[in-house]
Structures are given as C-alpha cells and as structure tokens.
C-alpha cells in the first residue's frame, strides 16, 4: 500500500477588486493573492478497496461529493482512468467557509498528491486546468506564493515574495455567503482598491507600503452585513498592525505587523476575546 501526506495552505487577499459582471454571470476580478504558514494535513493512501473514502477531525464536515477533496479525486480517475480506491484523511485547521480558500486548497492539494502517487506527470498547467472546473481558486492554491490574480480568478501570474511580515488572523464565529456577498455588490459605488499600487509595494518590497495598499471590494457589502468585521479591523489597527483587511468574501480579517512583539501581543488580546477559538499568528509562506 503506497501513501503521501501533503500540506494545504491558505491564503489571503492583498487586494481584491471587481471590476465586472461577465455576461456568463461571472464577476472579472483583479486580486493579489499571498499564501500563508496555516495549512491543512492530507494523508493519502491506496487501497484495495474500490472508492474514495474520507475521514475528517471535524464531524460536520462532508465526506461524499459535496466536498472538494472528493471532487478533485474525481476529476483526476476520471481524467487518467485509473479505478479509484484511496483512503483520504484530512486533518482541517484552516478555518471552514472563511475567505482564506481552505477547500480549494484542500482540492489543489489532492490533485498534487494524486499525480505523485499515481506518478501520472501532469504539468501544473495541467492540474490547472483540472482545478478551474473545481473552483476559481484551485488554479491559485496550485501555483502559490504572490501572484495576481485576473479573469474570474483563473489568469494568474507569479509575484516577488512579498517582504517578511507577522500575519495575524482572526475569524470570527460568523458565516457568510459569497454568492450573496456578490450578488448584493453593488460595483459603481462600492470602493476599489489600487493594486497596481500593490503591485509597486511588491516590486519595491516595502512592507509599510503594501500595508498601505490593502483593500477589499467586498468589504462593502459584509462589513454592513457583520459590523463586528470592522471594529476587529480597529482594534488591530490599534494594536500596532501597519493594515488590516477581510479576505475574500469575509469574515476573516488578516493584520500585518513588523515585528514580533507587537504582533503576539495583539495575537494574546483576541486570544483570550470571543473569537479566540480561531485566531492565529502565522506569516506568508512562498516555494
């Protein structure tokens, strides 16, 4: 029996901006996307048993097709032929549905253990095009690192490494819907962020600069929805965070701090807050 155990990382929105409704029903989006150090565990096995199993530390959860996990696995015996049978156990620590693409990187990283332990050689450009279909992440979680990100999310070109920062991440325990997020978004009057400054703060690797840069389109409709989005926000900002932003469609809200004092001091403030529970203090993570 042949096995692999691989690593999922989340990642976070620099920047997001939309720019459009597609007539396929769409949103065209221009984002900075930065992967960081939190990560889920996949431990892939064969087996002799025909299927796809999967077992999780966390019971609600699913386990048949309406997780990504067990699409992408899928996708791949669909693609090569092989006859599933594979035993997949997923340790989750990425927070559930939170804006930081925890199962389109759970779904990226079964695609890349897949290929390895069925030693089918698909290029990445390949697996990519295997993961638009999953998702409009899934290309991202594949590449990672910095890059920006265009079309409905699937346009993706490397970035420099952004420089050194503490990242602290705090979720809140609400959820949100990013179908609603945009279909409520309202495009001529919500803000937009400047990534093309973003992308100069990369370029220049100036940390105070990209902090700077951060902005959300989306923030202006969950904020409204969750105001508790914003006052986590101030309350980083008043900590010492050079910028705090949501990721994605929310609720998640990522801080970036210089040093490491300030950053775990505001790391032990929520810690003991009410959104402790899934607070973490990582940094950005690049190959």
């Not at 927070?95 to 332990?117: C, F, H, K, Y």
């Not at 079309?151 to 949100?176: D, F």
């Not at 840069?213 to 969750?226: D, W």
Request: glycine residues 8%.
């Amino acid at each position: 029996m042949e096995s692999i155990q691989v690593k999922a990382y989340a990642k976070i929105n620099l920047g997001l901006d939309v720019l459009h409704k597609r007539p396929d029903g769409y949103h065209e989006v221009r984002m900075v996307m930065q992967t960081i150090r939190l990560f889920d565990k996949l431990t892939i096995k064969m087996t002799h048993t025909p299927g796809i199993a999967i077992k999780t530390n966390l019971s609600y959860l699913p386990c048949d097709e309406n997780n990504l996990i067990y699409r992408a696995a899928s996708l791949f015996f669909k693609a090569t032929n092989e006859k599933p049978g594979i035993h997949v156990t997923l340790d989750k620590h990425i927070p559930v549905a939170a804006g930081l693409a925890g199962g389109s990187s759970d779904a990226a990283a079964t695609l890349t253990a897949l290929n390895e332990l069925y030693h089918t050689g698909f290029s990445l450009a390949e697996l990519q095009e295997f993961g638009v279909r999953l998702g409009a992440d899934v290309p991202y979680c594949l590449l990672q690192g910095a890059a920006l990100s265009e079309g409905i999310g699937e346009l993706l070109t490397p970035l420099p490494a952004p420089p050194s920062a503490y990242c602290l991440i705090v979720k809140p325990p609400i959820s949100v819907s990013t179908r609603y997020v945009y279909e409520h978004l309202a495009l001529d009057t919500a803000p937009h962020p400047d990534i093309d400054a973003l992308l100069s703060a990369l370029a220049a690797g100036s940390l105070p600069a990209l902090a700077a840069a951060l902005g959300n389109t989306l923030e202006s409709v969950t904020i409204p929805l969750h105001p508790e989005i914003a006052k986590i926000k101030q309350q980083l900002v008043d900590l010492g965070a050079l910028g705090a932003l949501m990721s994605g469609s929310g609720p998640t809200v990522f801080a970036l701090f210089s040093d490491r004092q300030t950053a775990e001091h505001a790391f032990y403030h929520f810690k003991i807050s009410e959104y402790g529970r899934q607070t973490y203090l990582t940094g950005f993570w690049n190959r």
